[in-house]
């Protein structure tokens, strides 16, 4: 009976919220799924098409009687709909007995020619550059954000559930998606209203945010940060659209003839401008690709409206449905200009109808275009403060007007139902437990400080043997100014104490001045990277590995102490002005010895190295986009270039400092999404030691011994089994997401992902830093004869979390115990 009265109280609901609401699945008379079959409410131009099984939902405002079903080949089908609301409808399309003379099937590798889909895409192409606000020298508008996310396919049997015992009030008021037709809980709500210039002579543009409003989870960086991420702006006349960081083809690419099937289908008067309609669906199953149609005027050939959806068998994890409309206003007999914008995506374990999942949701709407209005280049250099407390604080007249479409009742309840759920300890536990895995601390409100990182309390190497770990930092919310932090370790086997602590001080936001310094006494794996870094609390997985290839004994005692200064004069370039002292000695010097020639020592042969240095390091990062406005800010993309320039100056005699030289070095790293065919990741380092220092300062090529597959580091090479003061690499890594695999029929359906990488390693030692070195007991062995380097073949997406590579060493291969091959891997969550 209760159950009775839940469907009941949705299908109320859906009377109140919504008109005509149809859905179901469309079979061939033998019983199969019709995919991409046409569905379109009788008389109007709102429709869908079927999924990749056939199945389809179709919502409109508007009361309608009668859908109509067609697909190429079968007979058009008129189905009435005996109410308002129809659900699991079974819809069988048969087999069309005419001969269709004026239709062509467009399938597999069939001939594109004579297709007026395809003409008129032609004619899309050539004047894409003439739509919108492209056609004038300059232009400004209003520009309207919100991103919401839902708990979606709530039935009973979820109400009712242990997991919601006690949180019941919740789901007082459902709503159902007239996307999916599924219901759905709203959970978090960001609002956002900016103005945005641009200028098409210079090709200048800037957005200014007047106001931002949360509701839900904004005090959580990570979750924030994976949000501002998951929306980025796409242009629909593009070739590639990328979501995901995955490049999807745009039924309206140049490409897309290749990719896509196109139907011209239909052709009607919308806002008085006559349009055709073209229905596309892709050709080949599990690539990146959309289904759906777009409404374009006979004239400008620019897009009146478009819809597109996600297949299922597309190569994309943890995402069930991506949905994207777009509406464009006709301002005048030839310009068009976006007016709405709409993204929905279903986050899911699964794939499957029946699952649950999160719905992410992004509206985005556009009012008040001005034109031809210019202003001097200055203007577009002088960025307003997204970070001013007065845009967070906007008071309900500022949204009331700024709102360029209004909350309807969920969206205006979700403010009212997280401030209710705070206070519910259940819920509150529930998201303790999701912070803690996300962030890895441990939040002990009361304190303010976070115990952590969790993930670091277990270790284990050749000279500790296990190790256990315990750290803290306060915290007093997202945006400190000041930061403190720091652990304790115990090693069980050396039964030794280690520390760290560190701490940063923002001393102005504008410039981003930073006050930062700290010590570290502890076991470290060096030489895993080769661009120098100053750290105090970082430590690599090498120095704590558990599993690795060959012995894990040449680790290394630092006492490290450093003060920095760092600023960022402008927006993604850093300047950073700093001093260390550290003192080096082998932690195990049986095994691996860090001796070196010391006239001044009584035996003439020193073991500790006490060395002082200043550094002057230059970080450029165009394109990087990050969140916050505190000491420490969290990044969002990660699809930035990074420029890295640094000098090192070290300075003999100052606090007993022993060595007296010089270090240039540059990286850089540069990801290229290349359009259908994958993310290709590219690394560049240089460097060069002036001066005679001893193996602990030298430049060691990064080796990898532990079975982690490791960006910027030779899997096949031991640590220290290439030792330089000059030096050059290259690193290059292509994933191509699937575009190989999923054109071989026993592969398709697994989703695997195809990686390949190639890397070389070039370097010199002197003679002087080889005889300055000798005492030491491990080879002193540089590239120079010929460049280093490797292959390896990889296989992605293995369950969906799990990596191989498959390594190979190009030469070298006389070297002590050189490695020709290994197996590494990884894991983590990808879309």
């Given at each position: 009976?209760?159950?009775?009265?839940?469907?009941?109280?949705?299908?109320?609901?859906?009377?109140?919220?919504?008109?005509?609401?149809?859905?179901?699945?469309?079979?061939?008379?033998?019983?199969?799924?019709?995919?991409?079959?046409?569905?379109?409410?009788?008389?109007?131009?709102?429709?869908?098409?079927?999924?990749?099984?056939?199945?389809?939902?179709?919502?409109?405002?508007?009361?309608?009687?009668?859908?109509?079903?067609?697909?190429?080949?079968?007979?058009?089908?008129?189905?009435?709909?005996?109410?308002?609301?129809?659900?699991?409808?079974?819809?069988?399309?048969?087999?069309?007995?005419?001969?269709?003379?004026?239709?062509?099937?467009?399938?597999?590798?069939?001939?594109?020619?004579?297709?007026?889909?395809?003409?008129?895409?032609?004619?899309?192409?050539?004047?894409?550059?003439?739509?919108?606000?492209?056609?004038?020298?300059?232009?400004?508008?209003?520009?309207?954000?919100?991103?919401?996310?839902?708990?979606?396919?709530?039935?009973?049997?979820?109400?009712?559930?242990?997991?919601?015992?006690?949180?019941?009030?919740?789901?007082?008021?459902?709503?159902?998606?007239?996307?999916?037709?599924?219901?759905?809980?709203?959970?978090?709500?960001?609002?956002?209203?900016?103005?945005?210039?641009?200028?098409?002579?210079?090709?200048?543009?800037?957005?200014?945010?007047?106001?931002?409003?949360?509701?839900?989870?904004?005090?959580?960086?990570?979750?924030?940060?994976?949000?501002?991420?998951?929306?980025?702006?796409?242009?629909?006349?593009?070739?590639?659209?990328?979501?995901?960081?995955?490049?999807?083809?745009?039924?309206?690419?140049?490409?897309?003839?290749?990719?896509?099937?196109?139907?011209?289908?239909?052709?009607?008067?919308?806002?008085?401008?006559?349009?055709?309609?073209?229905?596309?669906?892709?050709?080949?199953?599990?690539?990146?690709?959309?289904?759906?149609?777009?409404?374009?005027?006979?004239?400008?050939?620019?897009?009146?409206?478009?819809?597109?959806?996600?297949?299922?068998?597309?190569?994309?994890?943890?995402?069930?449905?991506?949905?994207?409309?777009?509406?464009?206003?006709?301002?005048?007999?030839?310009?068009?200009?976006?007016?709405?914008?709409?993204?929905?995506?279903?986050?899911?374990?699964?794939?499957?109808?029946?699952?649950?999942?999160?719905?992410?949701?992004?509206?985005?709407?556009?009012?008040?275009?001005?034109?031809?209005?210019p202003r001097p280049e200055v203007f577009y250099k002088t960025q307003a403060d997204p970070y001013d407390p007065r845009i967070f604080a906007r008071d309900s007249t500022f949204w009331k007007n700024a709102r360029l479409e209004t909350l309807n009742d969920d969206e205006s309840g979700i403010f009212k139902?997280?401030?209710?759920?705070?206070?519910?300890?259940?819920?509150?536990?529930?998201?303790?437990?999701?912070?803690?895995?996300?962030?890895?601390?441990?939040?002990?409100?009361?304190?303010?400080?976070?115990?952590?990182?969790?993930?670091?309390?277990?270790?284990?190497?050749?000279?500790?043997?296990?190790?256990?770990?315990?750290?803290?930092?306060?915290?007093?919310?997202?945006?400190?100014?000041?930061?403190?932090?720091?652990?304790?370790?115990?090693?069980?086997?050396?039964?030794?104490?280690?520390?760290?602590?560190?701490?940063?001080?923002?001393?102005?936001?504008?410039?981003?001045?930073?006050?930062?310094?700290?010590?570290?006494?502890?076991?470290?794996?060096?030489?895993?990277?080769?661009?120098?870094?100053?750290?105090?609390?970082?430590?690599?997985?090498?120095?704590?590995?558990?599993?690795?290839?060959?012995?894990?004994?040449?680790?290394?005692?630092?006492?490290?102490?450093?003060?920095?200064?760092?600023?960022?004069?402008?927006?993604?370039?850093?300047?950073?002005?700093?001093?260390?002292?550290?003192?080096?000695?082998?932690?195990?010097?049986?095994?691996?010895?860090?001796?070196?020639?010391?006239?001044?020592?009584?035996?003439?042969?020193?073991?500790?190295?006490?060395?002082?240095?200043?550094?002057?390091?230059?970080?450029?990062?165009?394109?990087?986009?990050?969140?916050?406005?505190?000491?420490?800010?969290?990044?969002?993309?990660?699809?930035?270039?990074?420029?890295?320039?640094?000098?090192?100056?070290?300075?003999?005699?100052?606090?007993?400092?022993?060595?007296?030289?010089?270090?240039?070095?540059?990286?850089?790293?540069?990801?290229?999404?290349?359009?259908?065919?994958?993310?290709?990741?590219?690394?560049?380092?240089?460097?060069?030691?002036?001066?005679?220092?001893?193996?602990?300062?030298?430049?060691?090529?990064?080796?990898?011994?532990?079975?982690?597959?490791?960006?910027?580091?030779?899997?096949?090479?031991?640590?220290?089994?290439?030792?330089?003061?000059?030096?050059?690499?290259?690193?290059?890594?292509?994933?191509?997401?699937?575009?190989?695999?999923?054109?071989?029929?026993?592969?398709?359906?697994?989703?695997?992902?195809?990686?390949?990488?190639?890397?070389?390693?070039?370097?010199?030692?002197?003679?002087?830093?080889?005889?300055?070195?000798?005492?030491?007991?491990?080879?002193?062995?540089?590239?120079?004869?010929?460049?280093?380097?490797?292959?390896?073949?990889?296989?992605?997406?293995?369950?969906?979390?799990?990596?191989?590579?498959?390594?190979?060493?190009?030469?070298?291969?006389?070297?002590?115990?050189?490695?020709?091959?290994?197996?590494?891997?990884?894991?983590?969550?990808?879309?």
């Amino acid at each position: 009976m209760k159950r009775f009265l839940f469907i009941l109280l949705l299908t109320c609901n859906a009377f109140v919220f919504s008109q005509t609401k149809v859905g179901g699945i469309v079979l061939d008379d033998s019983g199969s799924p019709v995919a991409f079959a046409n569905i379109i409410f009788k008389n109007s131009s709102e429709g869908t098409i079927t999924n990749d099984n056939g199945r389809f939902y179709l919502e409109s405002d508007e009361t309608y009687n009668t859908v109509l079903v067609s697909f190429i080949g079968y007979e058009t089908k008129e189905i009435e709909l005996p109410q308002k609301v129809n659900y699991n409808m079974e819809i069988v399309l048969v087999e069309s007995t005419e001969q269709l003379k004026e239709v062509v099937v467009y399938t597999g590798k069939q001939s594109k020619k004579n297709n007026p889909a395809i003409d008129i895409l032609k004619k899309i192409w050539a004047k894409k550059r003439e739509n919108g606000v492209r056609k004038f020298k300059q232009y400004q508008y209003d520009k309207y954000e919100k991103i919401e996310f839902d708990l979606n396919t709530i039935d009973s049997a979820l109400i009712k559930s242990k997991l919601f015992k006690g949180l019941e009030f919740m789901f007082q008021n459902l709503d159902t998606s007239r996307i999916t037709g599924k219901t759905y809980l709203p959970m978090f709500l960001n609002e956002s209203f900016s103005k945005v210039y641009g200028d098409n002579l210079i090709e200048k543009e800037k957005e200014d945010i007047l106001g931002n409003k949360n509701s839900g989870f904004s005090g959580n960086q990570a979750i924030t940060a994976f949000v501002e991420d998951l929306y980025s702006d796409y242009d629909i006349y593009e070739n590639y659209l990328k979501f995901f960081d995955k490049s999807f083809t745009s039924p309206l690419s140049k490409t897309g003839v290749d990719t896509y099937n196109y139907i011209l289908s239909d052709s009607t008067y919308i806002d008085n401008k006559w349009c055709y309609n073209i229905i596309y669906y892709p050709r080949r199953k599990n690539e990146l690709t959309f289904k759906g149609d777009f409404w374009v005027n006979d004239t400008t050939y620019a897009i009146k409206k478009i819809n597109m959806q996600v297949t299922k068998s597309a190569n994309i994890n943890w995402v069930k449905e991506i949905y994207i409309e777009q509406d464009f206003d006709v301002v005048n007999d030839s310009v068009f200009l976006l007016k709405r914008d709409y993204m929905l995506s279903d986050f899911s374990f699964s794939k499957k109808e029946k699952s649950r999942g999160i719905y992410g949701k992004r509206t985005t709407v556009y009012d008040n275009y001005q034109f031809d209005n210019p202003r001097p280049e200055v203007f577009y250099k002088t960025q307003a403060d997204p970070y001013d407390p007065r845009i967070f604080a906007r008071d309900s007249t500022f949204w009331k007007n700024a709102r360029l479409e209004t909350l309807n009742d969920d969206e205006s309840g979700i403010f009212k139902l997280l401030d209710t759920l705070k206070t519910v300890p259940k819920f509150r536990t529930y998201y303790d437990i999701v912070s803690i895995l996300g962030s890895g601390y441990i939040e002990i409100d009361k304190w303010n400080i976070d115990i952590g990182d969790i993930y670091s309390t277990f270790g284990f190497n050749d000279a500790e043997g296990v190790r256990l770990r315990a750290g803290a930092r306060t915290y007093f919310g997202q945006n400190d100014t000041w930061r403190l932090e720091g652990y304790m370790a115990y090693g069980f086997t050396d039964k030794k104490f280690k520390h760290g602590f560190s701490a940063k001080f923002l001393l102005d936001r504008k410039t981003r001045l930073i006050l930062s310094g700290g010590n570290r006494r502890d076991i470290e794996q060096l030489g895993l990277s080769l661009t120098s870094t100053n750290d105090v609390l970082g430590r690599s997985i090498a120095s704590s590995s558990l599993v690795t290839v060959g012995a894990n004994d040449r680790l290394t005692n630092i006492n490290l102490s450093t003060l920095n200064f760092e600023m960022e004069p402008v927006q993604n370039f850093r300047i950073r002005l700093g001093g260390s002292f550290r003192t080096l000695s082998s932690a195990l010097p049986d095994a691996f010895s860090l001796d070196y020639i010391d006239p001044d020592s009584p035996t003439g042969i020193s073991s500790e190295v006490k060395q002082f240095d200043i550094n002057t390091t230059l970080i450029y990062t165009p394109g990087k986009r990050t969140i916050g406005y505190g000491v420490e800010r969290v990044n969002i993309n990660d699809n930035h270039s990074t420029i890295l320039l640094n000098y090192t100056k070290g300075v003999s005699g100052f606090l007993e400092s022993d060595f007296d030289y010089e270090r240039l070095q540059f990286s850089y790293r540069q990801p290229w999404q290349i359009g259908g065919f994958g993310r290709l990741t590219s690394s560049i380092e240089l460097g060069k030691t002036f001066g005679e220092v001893p193996l602990s300062l030298l430049s060691v090529i990064p080796g990898n011994q532990t079975l982690f597959s490791l960006y910027n580091t030779f899997p096949n090479l031991d640590f220290y089994e290439f030792v330089t003061d000059t030096y050059a690499t290259v690193h290059l890594e292509h994933n191509f997401n699937g575009r190989l695999f999923s054109r071989i029929p026993i592969l398709r359906n697994w989703n695997l992902r195809e990686i390949v990488g190639l890397r070389g390693a070039w370097g010199q030692l002197s003679d002087e830093n080889i005889a300055l070195s000798s005492p030491t007991n491990i080879p002193l062995i540089s590239p120079e004869d010929q460049i280093y380097w490797e292959y390896s073949f990889g296989i992605g997406n293995i369950f969906k979390i799990f990596r191989i590579d498959f390594n190979f060493r190009g030469n070298y291969l006389d070297n002590p115990d050189a490695r020709p091959f290994g197996i590494t891997g990884s894991f983590g969550f990808k879309f």
